[in-house]
């Protein structure tokens, strides 16, 4: 079975729609700013496919681009900027950024009310401790959870296998993994005789960056394969992370590379601009109250 996150968002945006409508007609317009700082080519494209979502949504979307030289001081600056203005909802600086930028001291600049990435210390701490509160999380996980969620797939009891260790996917992956029940095991690229763990997994989340580093022979027959690299191949084609024609006659579920986790991290996104848009909302009905 082909795991298809292009259908399951575009299934999603109906009922958000609505949602956003709904707000609306209260006088509230969910708005989301997305800063890109430079010009890499992936982060072109995936701001693109942001933007376009939001405004088939009716979500309102600021694009603002800056040049590669910006200064950590101007981009403190342009999200203090965001943080006070009250019409913002969610503020999204694209990674990676350029080396000049302190990825970390900008994280930790964004409002937490306005995380919509769910980076800041806090929300990640929520997130490892199983929280029950509200709190935004790394659109990408969350966005395969909604997928697994989808089909039914349920990672209770079932063993789980991380490929990756960073703090936007592999990390926050096992958390929600763990916190649904299943066995975690987290590898990465120090990890030895890799394949002895992939071959173990039931559900296999691969956030390498590596073309095709799984192959058919790395997946146990049967198991949910979830692929989220954007790799290109030597002919410049978008490929994952797993060899796809070869594992999806292995696996029983498996993502494809466009149109699996890309279309659901962009559909998460949306969806927590718009919690995080009621949440502003009921905090100004307090203090009106
Ligand atoms: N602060 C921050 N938050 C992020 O959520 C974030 C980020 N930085 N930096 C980079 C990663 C990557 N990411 C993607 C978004 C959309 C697609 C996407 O639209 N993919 C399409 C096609 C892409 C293409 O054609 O190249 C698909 O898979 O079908 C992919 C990847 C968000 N990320």
Redesign the pocket.
Known sequence: MIING?KISNELDASMKKEVLSLKAKGIEPKLVVILVGDDP??Q??VR?KHRKAIKLGIKSIVDRRSKTFSQNELLDLIDTYNRDESVHGI????PLPKQIDETAIIRAIAAAKDV?GFRPENVGKLFANSKEHYPVS??PKGIMTMLDYYHIDPKGQHAVIVGDSN?VGRPMGALLLNAGATVTYTHILTKNLSEFTRTADILVVATGVAHLIKGSDVKPGATVIDVG?DRDENGK?VGDVDFEAAQHVAGAITP???????M??TT?MQQTLELTKAANRRQLQTVR
């Open positions: 292009k992936a982060s494209i995936y496919n999204l600086v694209q990674l990435d659109c990408t936007i954007m978008l590379v466009p149109g699996g986790v890309g279309p991290t962009i996104l």
